[in-house]
């Protein structure tokens, strides 16, 4: 396997590089750039010093046509434009930024206010959600990977929604995030001071993963109700804790719940359902491709508490891209993703 | 003012050492400990180097009802034994534990897990919600100061309960929380490698200060409703977000949501309401005894986002104890709490 | 007193304002800027809501003239142009930048890589070591407030270097660091993904401080020997530890450097000598304007530890320079100072 | 290869795990306890779940001489007891405690305050210091690893030292660390709330640490003078910096320093020498087995400062343990370790 990454210099690329360095089926990673052609990428990136002493290449379709996939982890309203002209190459795209998420045009319009991309690349395109769309991944030319946030609501509340054991009516979902989902341009909003002893709510009703999600509700579960859905940013790097409230259908049960996702999951090897807990946190799926889902009812209210932790650079990103790769060209699901922990 | 502590080398404690050391009115600190008599206090603390240079004294009922006011910042279980048997003395209590909140002894002993106060000395207290009790304040014997939770949702919630804005019925809230509410008693809970880099849920459904909150908005805004409250902590110190989600009720708009909230607080010192913010969190509140509060509509599902941010040591504790202090001994409510928050 | 503060959206400016604002002697605090004139300052600053809900006012000589004295808080460069013209009128100045600092303007030219200040200009400040130049700064018309670093770093050697009780020859120190020291600007070097979680050195044998330190020593201690001096980035917003390793000269003991450092700061509120610690850390002097100093001598190597701690927002920067406002205009050096710190 | 892990609870035996995980020699590795006998391990660390629900099993010493190699990663004073008495045995060792590591028994006893191991098991330990002593290691039935502080420290002053390019005398070494080398018992030192924003040194010239310096100093430098050594924690998990101030010989020059670490270190995979850099920091090894060094000199006092960084789980314990197990069973000596440092 030839690899590209166009977007190196992000936190997406970056991590992309860290999994793909121990992948069996990877030979060869070429680094593309736009801007910095011919520098030595460990001189940008010490830590990669030994690993990558290679230069940063020009983006050109024939270098590109040459390999067998190609990630694109730039900011919004980068790949809409860049793909849509390779794709008549034999080469396939996963691309990891929202630009061909959203069928609907307006919809990406209106949450990223940018142009979307031309309507037949993102009708062509593959909804990445690993474990909800295998078969249509399998064939993908291009591949949209999920967002970050998207990836752990919609593992936890697919297999919930789907068995109508809640309601999706008066969904609540309440998500909070490391800082490194903000990516790697210094602002005010990640600068440290800023930042550190400080948990802080942005964009509220306003996040362009609104509709990302609702979209793949609809489409994996025919659930079709506007969700409630904020974001607050805690002081840590990495992780994605999404607590998702709903109203239990009559007569559901915890243990019900509980065994729908088992159930959902069970030849899933990076999805964990976790039956009793004292505390559930982000740090165990630290570094890992893992999605773990811990459930509750109140019976007081009749209410179900459903919470996934994920990593959000690996499986809310570059993991699950790597995962997807796996699947579109045929090789275990799990070749090169099964990083312990890092739980401390 | 002679003002006493009891449970002074908690974080509690100290917190009201920090605050109480620069009150006009508070003429001499007493330090109690039921096991450390006679050490420096200065010498288990050195932040307190040349301010607390004192021993710790005796815990003796001839020497509290010397005092004018005593505070006890004790682990849940303690000032229910101690404070009872001291109520006939002209000292005034402020009790910062949760031993003499909720009216309902079985609520204490189901929630707490523990033997609750006598009924009578339950009875005479009063629930030190500063902005909303002010009456019963003055006049109280003992007070029952209000959790750092509570304190967070009431605050940004009960106006708007009142006034039938929002309903109760479906009422979600989602607190996160700093890492110092946990207390100083070392624990894996606490131990700094398993809490750095990790955001954790925890005690779900089960925290004791449902109940309370529950009475409060019963006793204030009349409404009788089990709520859905989780507890997610932070990897930082000091600091609760409290975000609460609501329907609201026809025909109302976020002005009227942000208008109640305004009229409500126009005269407390310590409430702040925020119309516009790109970022909303703890840091504007560190380390003094502001509470802000922000609301949002999402006109697509017809529920209210509402968020409120304190400190957890000092409105959410030792502030707010003190607050209720000026009001019971008849002194401007800001006195000594006028701190400018750390932003940074 | 009537005070100005120019760079008031600087962490300096904004640390003057926290603790500007209960000085019993400042009766008017006005806030100046270059570039966003009319400005509500509160709107900038959300936790300043209810506390500086005033205009931002333009730079004006007249303006400034009115005022009893007046705080630069501005990046290098900036008061060197700024102050010259307006040193005749009777305001006076305290400037918190490092452009008045160094008496020697090629070091300036050498170590800041900018144009210095005028030579008269510099000729004419004092610099603002409270503890060491009283008597030069009661008179002082311009006022150069020293820098974080060499704060900490000369209140804990000038008394053993004075004394003759340790070595200038050889002498290493290293110093640890919060990030806010580099400002609020954003940068790759403060964007917390790439500082969280990471210590890192930076500026190795380059800091413009080291000049600072050393013409300081030979002012003070009469001690003419280049240092070896090193800064090293820690993930915490406040606090500096500078530890100084030096060879004690014959027949020195510990007890002697202690009893130096005692006797010297015996009648300074701000200078706390530690005797027995088992941990000396940051937090001791949180928020506060204390520096605490703590000395061991290795009987194996013949050399003495000294480490020092200060808040380097407070006496590392705004607190410091109240104090030697306090100091100018007669009133007692603890006025608005005497904050508790927040150890945790 | 079957290995075993006693002590699999603390960080270095978790940390074990983590990267025996994806060893290709390991076929089995067996988890054992003094006190947990039969419990699942993935229940206690929930980040395992999947990767390890097998039980904990007995130490027994029949179960462990089956074993190709056991590792014990256990406080100081239990391995001295436990491995003596299995070292007939044809299973192979390596212990992460300290309780091996100091030729000189009387200096165990001194700085470790506890009762050494007996003689002869410290007579046949090999020093595991993998890129100074593979030979020995190579034949080793027991291996003393290396402490984190050492690992660093030596790394990058032994080349220099050997090659007679900085003195020996007058050597100042300070040490920086994550909390995460404190262990996992909870304690006031790693209580969350007293160690973040907090940097504290500790342990001042009483380090254990400071005797197993010297020891390899002597016997791979033939360096036979006491250090000045001290640690300094600061707020993040994992990491060392270690920067070391040594006097240059005469003539001595920053290059030739720095192609002195590149001879030693050109067939070393793990150790890389940094040129230049404007920030070099503990995350460019975060996770990883490598150890990177820089070197500066100041011409202004003809001293040079040296730093060295490691992740101390990984090469500072757990990482350069397997190492030596590699080197031990003449396996590529990268094997299982080359993972990418995760710098964000």
Chains 1, 2, 3, 4 share one sequence.
């Not at 011919?38 to 940008?44: P, V």
Request: proline share 4%; hydrophobic share 35%; with cysteine.
């Amino acid at each position: 396997m030839k690899v590209g990454i166009i977007g190196a210099t992000g936190y997406g690329g970056l991590e992309l590089i860290r999994l793909l360095h121990n992948h069996n089926e990877v030979e060869k990673i070429k680094l593309f750039t736009s801007s910095d052609e011919g520098a030595i990428f460990s001189q940008k990136f010490g830590h990669l010093k030994k690993l990558y002493d290679q230069p940063l290449e020009k983006i050109d379709a024939d270098t590109l046509a040459e390999l067998d996939v190609v990630f694109t982890s730039t900011p919004s309203g980068v790949s809409s434009k860049l793909l849509p002209p390779l794709l008549n190459s034999s080469t396939k795209f996963i691309d990891l930024s929202g630009d061909f998420r959203l069928k609907n045009l307006e919809d990406y319009e209106k949450w990223y206010k940018k142009e979307s991309a031309p309507s037949d690349a993102v009708e062509q395109s593959v909804y990445g959600l690993s474990e909800w769309n295998k078969e249509a991944i399998q064939d993908a030319k291009l591949i949209a990977n999920p967002g970050c946030y998207p990836t752990a609501v919609l593992l936890s509340l697919l297999p919930l929604l789907k068995e109508d054991l809640i309601y999706a009516n008066g969904l609540v979902i309440d998500a909070k995030s490391g800082i490194s989902g903000a990516g790697n341009k210094p602002s005010m909003m990640t600068h440290f001071s800023e930042t550190n002893e400080n948990t802080a709510i942005y964009k509220i009703h306003e996040h362009q993963h609104i509709p990302e999600i609702e979209q793949a509700m609809k489409m994996f579960a025919n659930s079709d109700t506007p969700i409630t859905f904020t974001t607050t940013l805690v002081p840590m790097t990495r992780g994605i804790l999404a607590t998702s409230y709903a109203q239990i259908t009559p007569c559901t049960t915890e243990e019900q719940l509980y065994y729908c996702l088992v159930k959902q999951y069970q030849s899933n090897p990076f999805v964990r359902i976790i039956k009793e807990t004292a505390k559930f946190g982000t740090n165990q799926v630290y570094g890992s491709n893992f999605c773990d889902i811990h459930v509750k009812v109140d019976s007081r209210t009749g209410r179900a508490t459903i919470i996934a932790v994920i990593d959000n650079l690996v499986k809310g990103a570059a993991g699950q891209a790597i995962q997807n790769m796996n699947i579109q060209f045929g090789f275990d699901e799990t070749t090169g993703l099964m990083q312990v922990p890092l739980y401390i």
